[in-house]
C-alpha cells in the first residue's frame, strides 16, 4: 500500500512562509502526478498545485504567484513552497499521488497550515 507522509505544517503570520514535503513509499516517478489540496473547516477540499511526471505543474489562480510546487524523484518527495500568505490560505493541506495504470489515487494524512492576520 502506498504510503504519502506530509509534514512542514504550522502557523506564520500573514505575509510569511512556509514549505511543506511529502514522503512517498515508493518512487514517485511511478505515478503520473502528484499534487497538493487543501480543505478549509466547512469547505471542500480544493485543488492547489499539481505537478506531472516529467514536471510540467499547474496551479489554483488562488495561489498562482506565491506557491511553487517540485519535486526530487531521488528523496521521493514532493513539496509545497507558499509565499505570502494569507489567512484564507489556513486549512488542512494533503498530498495526493494518481497512478493511471492501476486507477488509483493515494492521499497522506494532511498537516495543517494556520496563517494569523
Known amino acids: 500500500q502506498v504510503q504519502l507522509v506530509e509534514s512542514g505544517g504550522g502557523s506564520v503570520q500573514s505575509g510569511g512562509s512556509l514549505r511543506l514535503s511529502c514522503v512517498a513509499s515508493e518512487s514517485i516517478f511511478s505515478f503520473n502526478n502528484m499534487g497538493w489540496y487543501r480543505q478549509a473547516p466547512g469547505k471542500q477540499r480544493e485543488l492547489v498545485a499539481t505537478i506531472f511526471r516529467f514536471g510540467s505543474s499547474n496551479y489554483a489562480d488562488s495561489v498562482k504567484g506565491r506557491f511553487t510546487i517540485s519535486r526530487d524523484n531521488a528523496k521521493n518527495t514532493v513539496y509545497l513552497q507558499m509565499s505570502s500568505l494569507k489567512p484564507e490560505d489556513t486549512a488542512v493541506y494533503y498530498c495526493?499521488?494518481?497512478?493511471?495504470?492501476?486507477?488509483?489515487?493515494?492521499w497522506g494524512q494532511g498537516t495543517q497550515v494556520t496563517v494569523s492576520s
Open positions: 495526493n499521488a494518481y497512478r493511471a495504470s492501476v486507477s488509483e489515487t493515494y
